[in-house]
């Protein structure tokens, strides 16, 4: 897997999964990730994060609202305690 995992992303602290090799860039942001936050950083990680290891810009809007809609409700699932894993960064194809 290239990037963390993304499994409960919404309401987190940015950098925060232990084990994960962070850039100081991510893990000094300060970031909590929400809908705003998933959103700039998803238009583009490295203007949002000068530093960053994600180089990943998705343009449109509607994509990002998309992809912002799956985070929270994989998140909302996992705090149901029901089994589901959101990975990522292998392709950005990964994230229905
Ligand atoms: C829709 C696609 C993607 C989404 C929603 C996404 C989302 C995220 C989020 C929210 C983080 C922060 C994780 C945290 O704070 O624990 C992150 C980090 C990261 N992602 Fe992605 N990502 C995507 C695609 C990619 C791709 C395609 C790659 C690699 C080519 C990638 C590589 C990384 C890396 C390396 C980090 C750690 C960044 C750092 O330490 O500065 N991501 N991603």
Known sequence: MVGPSLASIVGRKAASLPGYPYSAALRGSGIIWDAPSLDKWL???EQDVPGTLMPVSIEDTRTRADII???QSSSAVLDK?????ASHGNAVSSVP
């Open 43 to 45: 238009a583009g990680a």
């Open 69 to 71: 809609a799956y985070l």
């Open 81 to 85: 305690n029901v089994a589901l894993t």
